[in-house]
């Protein structure tokens, strides 16, 4: 069993940045890969990245490639997302997961999400 935390989110303004933290507890989390996802008013929850359970490998949605980067520690049972350049279109809010299978993005465990606000 793994349970997770996130926690960071916050206010920013267009432009701004935050750090999304992810807290796990279990001993089997540094085995799993972890991904990222968000849910916005009104739409359905999606992707946003993953990586991998050594964080050797990273995958991104294309909206956010280039600005959002995914790291973990498992010596701290935590996965981190950093967030840069926000747009009001990343207003959502952010769930962290551990998935089943790298490639694919099916989920074994939720978090219970955290707001991000964007104001434009």
């Known amino acids: 069993q793994v349970q997770l935390v996130e926690s960071g989110g916050g206010l920013v303004q267009a432009g701004g940045s935050l750090r999304l933290s992810c807290a796990a507890s279990?001993?089997?989390?540094?085995?799993?890969?972890c991904g990222w996802f968000r849910q916005a008013p009104g739409k359905e929850r999606e992707f946003v990245t993953a990586i991998s359970w050594n964080g050797v490998n990273t995958r991104y949605a294309d909206s956010v490639k280039g600005r959002f980067t995914v790291s973990r520690n498992n010596a701290k049972n935590t996965v981190y997302l950093q967030m840069n350049s926000l747009k009001p279109e990343d207003m959502a809010v952010y769930y962290c997961?551990?998935?089943?299978?790298?490639?694919?993005?099916?989920?074994?465990?939720w978090g219970q999400g955290t707001q991000v606000t964007v104001s434009s």
């Open positions: 997961a551990a998935l089943e299978n790298y490639y694919e993005n099916s989920v074994r465990y």
């Open positions: 279990g001993r089997t989390f540094s085995r799993y890969h």
